[in-house]
């Protein structure tokens, strides 16, 4: 299969090409570069063993979203551009209304021009807003979003809805990713953002290089096992095979919405605990208060993805750990 992956050089989309090449699909990548450096091509032609088609540009640009599908034959398209942190959709909303919405239906339309009617979209837990009851299941009510970048979500999910009601030929997956770490296993490629990192364990890591003084355990009065709060962390290698079967399922008599996740909750002093005895390290820590508009706990119930993809993960906490720091101390 001929699949155009928007994002593909940033974190998720640059190991899904990974998976789709170890499945014998052809991939073709669009990115602006706005969190990604174009040595990820390099690395990803270094991992699979192939050039890979790049167009460097802007996914809100219809002529040359046009000139990709009319240059290539896709068969599909995964869609991960757009923006993703949370802190600064609630500062600049409109960036993020802007780039999040207009990126898809710019895709969508496109899509449906040239008759390419198959998209899987990385969709995401935040849909939830706060638990109704654990594990969440995709039946659980959505749109109680806390933040524009979660509400960019909500929107886009609706539109694909909307969209597969107008015209039933339309095959798409709104995947719910809950919380990706770690990194693939040659150390080429990973998640290392620049500036403070708002994410855990990516501050873990910077922590752990040097690079920052001590982590903020933002919130240790939850209800929860130690008090910190509780995720379902899972390994980025696992979640990017979650699209590849994704693509792989052909039932479309509705949008299909799966959560990947691993259905365990860790919570925050564990993974850290963990990453210290992975890596032999000491993580210099506080306490610290809660964020704002953090909820205690979160965890996918997997039944879904498992009885209608065969997904299963396969890679651990301990491995999400290593993988993850072993990228950062390969790219310092
Ligand atoms: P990322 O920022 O690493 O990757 C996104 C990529 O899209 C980047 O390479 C960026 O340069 C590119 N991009 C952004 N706007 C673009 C545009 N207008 N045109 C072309 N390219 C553009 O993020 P990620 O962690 O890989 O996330 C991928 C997707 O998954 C995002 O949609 C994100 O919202 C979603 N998601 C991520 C998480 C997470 O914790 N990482 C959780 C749930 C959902
Ligand atoms: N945390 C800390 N210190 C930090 C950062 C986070 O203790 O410096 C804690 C948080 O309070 C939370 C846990 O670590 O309990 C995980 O926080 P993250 O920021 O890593 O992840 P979130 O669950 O808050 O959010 C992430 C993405 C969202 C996505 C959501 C989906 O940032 O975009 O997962 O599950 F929507």
Redesign the pocket.
């Known amino acids: 299969m001929k699949v155009l992956v ?8 640059s190991h899904t090409v990974v998976e789709l090449y170890n499945n014998g699909d052809e991939v073709i990548i ?7 450096k174009e040595e990820v091509l390099d690395k990803l032609e270094t991992i699979v063993g192939k050039k890979i088609k790049f167009y460097k ?4 640009d219809k002529e040359l979203v046009r000139n990709i599908f009319k240059e290539n034959k896709i068969d599909s398209v995964i869609h ?5 942190c949370v802190p600064e959709s609630v500062q600049l909303p409109l960036k993020y209304y802007r ?2 919405l ?2 898809t239906i710019t895709l969508l339309e496109v899509m449906d021009e040239f008759n390419v009617r198959k998209i899987v979209f ?5 849909v939830y807003g706060t638990p109704e009851i654990l594990p969440l299941t995709e039946n659980c009510v959505v749109g109680g979003t806390t933040n524009p ?1 979660g509400t960019t ?1 909500y929107f886009i999910e609706r539109i694909m809805e909307d969209l597969y009601i107008s015209n039933n030929n339309w095959d798409i997956t709104l995947l719910r ?1 809950f ?2 770490v770690g990194a693939h296993k040659s150390g080429l490629i990973g ?1 290392n953002p620049n500036g403070i990192p708002n ?1 855990l364990m990516p501050y873990v890591f910077k922590v752990a290089s040097g690079e920052l003084e001590c982590l903020n355990i933002t919130g240790n009065d939850y209800d929860t096992v130690d008090g910190t709060g509780v995720r379902d962390y899972i390994h980025v290698v696992d979640l990017a095979y979650g699209h590849v079967l994704a693509l792989k399922n052909n039932k479309h008599d509705e949008v299909k919405i799966y959560n990947l996740g691993t259905g365990k909750g860790t919570s925050v002093l564990e993974i850290v605990n963990m990453f210290e005895k992975v890596n032999n390290i000491t993580i210099n820590k506080r306490f610290a208060p809660r964020r704002i508009g953090d909820i205690a706990t979160c965890y996918a119930d997997t039944k879904k993805a498992k009885e209608e993809l065969g997904f299963e993960t396969k890679y651990t906490l301990e491995d999400m750990c290593r993988d993850g720091y072993n990228y950062v101390l390969k790219n310092k």
């Open positions: 928007t994002g593909g050089l940033g974190y998720i989309g669009i990115d602006n570069l706005s969190n990604s540009g802007d996914l809100c991960f551009a757009g923006f993703k780039n999040n207009d990126t990385s969709s995401s837990a935040t970048y979500k990713y919380n990706p998640e994410n």
